[in-house]
């Protein structure tokens, strides 16, 4: 592969290169690519590869694939699935080719995956079909090479959080996750691996079973670590700090701290950076030591900036974040703007619980008595035929505060269940209370806990030393600017660093540097 392929892509490169007509080079390019496309780039993608002569497609017959995906990174799901069930339906009839299999192969996996997107909003559960079909004519003797990006398969985050206030969507979810990860798995290189136990481990996080969810989540990590899906490996950790956090576990947090920082030199994990962010803004939003979350997620962030599959989550991190940082009105109106975004976290039972919580809180706070009882109980209503209650647990004080005032209003919420949930919620607050303490004391979820740099981040401080320019960097390790950025913000944070030249002179001095 030439310097120019294994250079970080850009809009303006794929532009160049098609224009040139090399499509070879951004078929590479976009391989490395995670399975759901970075946001600037898809409206380029979509316009090269939606405008190609057939010819092109006979020659580059996986160029299909990169129109399709780029319209699921878009959010055009429906586009996506209506465009490959008429591109299945039309070479279903020919002759039975190497070629024909090999598109066939690619349209039924990423159909499966259109369908498993689209399942809580088409509430219709055969998305397995497809990676079955998938694997029927992998096995007539076509043989898929790996195309990259495998291990970055983002499906994982977005479809955990699927599900509905309607009680059975969840088994017969989980049901089809599990019949699709085996056909999927053998096409597309061990793709999914870890998915079904991950999807358990959530659902009892949400139903505060502690220990099932640490259970099944360590068979996630593991089947997902041997199988390089670090994207599920990562929304296993995060599941796992979420439960060592509820029994106020420092020790378990620490480790998983440790994993954290080690995946920060996985070259081949895109979405590394952002994964660890979101798990401390989760953290320390918890605790209560708000001016610790990552900048992106307490300011004003793009979706262009990240993998659009983690846009509900960073959503209820920074709606979380502004309820402690006491901007009641502030988070409001931000949950307004999330609202109307279809593929936002109110469009998953989990998020949808979470938001509406939210509210309730901050309409309490501004003593929007009526507006915060309406809110509490549409979170009720919403978690209570599937028992996802740990949401309410997690808000520790707040929780107690609300539930105070609910006994004292006539809704329709059981007595019983609410002396309950402020108890809990209760035992929360005590371990929020410990575990805040501790970081004030030193023990963060930071790599600032200590100043042991990375490979990756000595390398690219040597390399910034040698006169490289930060663009040069990029190129060099197959990232984007704001991952370089990101990479020397937190190298000069674990140093305590002012500038670069400071880093150098501290990273000298603890002999990372010559």
């Not at 090999?102 to 997107?117: Q, T, Y």
């Not at 660890?276 to 953290?283: A, F, K, P, T």
């Not at 939003?285 to 979350?293: D, F, L, P, R, W």
């Not at 209820?316 to 309820?323: A, C, N, T």
Request: with cysteine.
């Amino acid at each position: 592969m030439g310097e120019r392929e294994r250079a970080a892509v850009s809009g303006r490169q794929i532009r160049e290169w098609a224009a040139a007509g090399d499509y070879q080079a951004i078929i590479a390019a976009v391989n490395r690519m995670p399975t759901f496309f970075p946001g600037a780039l898809t409206s380029t993608l979509l316009e090269v590869f939606q405008n190609l002569a057939p010819q092109t497609y006979k020659q580059l017959p996986q160029a299909f694939d990169i129109g399709v995906r780029a319209a699921f990174s878009q959010g055009r799901i429906n586009d996506g699935i209506t465009y490959l069930k008429k591109l299945i339906e039309k070479f279903r009839r020919r002759k039975a080719t190497p070629l024909r299999d090999r598109i066939l192969c690619d349209a039924h996996n990423n159909l499966g995956l259109g369908l498993i997107i689209n399942a809580p909003f088409s509430k219709r559960y055969t998305f397995a079909a497809p990676f079955k079909s998938a694997l029927d004519y992998f096995e007539t003797g076509y043989q898929l090479p790996h195309q990259g990006a495998i291990n970055s398969f983002s499906l994982g985050p977005y479809a955990n959080r699927v599900g509905s206030e309607f009680s059975g969507n969840f088994s017969a979810y989980a049901d089809q996750i599990e019949d699709s990860i085996i056909p999927l798995s053998r096409t597309r290189a061990g793709c999914m691996k870890g998915l079904d136990r991950l999807l358990k481990a959530e659902l009892a996080y949400f139903k505060a079973d502690l220990d099932l969810c640490i259970n099944e989540v360590n068979i996630a990590i593991r089947t997902a670590s041997l199988y390089l899906q670090y994207e599920i490996r990562a929304m296993g950790l995060f599941y796992l700090l979420r439960a060592y956090t509820a029994k106020g576990d420092q020790r378990h947090i620490r480790d998983i701290i440790k994993t954290y920082e080690q995946s920060l030199d996985e070259i081949d994990n895109p979405n590394r950076y952002i994964y660890y962010d979101l798990s401390r803004g989760w953290y320390y939003a918890t605790i209560g030591q708000m001016e610790k979350v990552p900048e992106w997620i307490s300011a004003e962030f793009s979706q262009d900036r990240r993998n659009r599959m983690t846009i509900g989550l960073a959503d209820v991190i920074k709606s979380r974040y502004l309820l402690g940082r006491g901007e009641p009105e502030r988070m409001l109106a931000f949950l307004e703007s999330v609202r109307a975004n279809p593929f936002g976290p109110t469009a998953f039972v989990f998020g949808r619980i979470g938001l509406y919580y939210n509210s309730a809180i901050a309409h309490l706070n501004l003593g929007h008595h009526d507006e915060a009882m309406q809110d509490f109980l549409a979170a009720y209503r919403a978690a209570e035929p599937e028992g996802l209650y740990m949401l309410f647990y997690e808000y520790g004080n707040a929780t107690r505060k609300i539930c105070t005032c609910a006994l004292e209003q006539d809704l329709p919420i059981p007595h019983q269940w609410l002396v309950h949930t402020r108890s809990k919620a209760q035992v929360f607050a005590r371990h929020q209370a410990r575990l805040r303490n501790a970081v004030r004391g030193g023990d963060s979820l930071d790599a600032t806990s200590s100043n042991r740099l990375t490979s990756r981040e000595v390398a690219v401080l040597e390399d910034l030393v040698a006169g490289l320019t930060r663009p040069q960097v990029a190129s060099k390790y197959h990232l984007s600017i704001n991952t370089v950025k990101s990479n020397l913000a937190y190298t000069m944070q674990k140093l305590g660093a002012l500038n670069l030249l400071d880093a150098v002179r501290i990273a000298t001095k603890f002999g990372y540097l010559n």
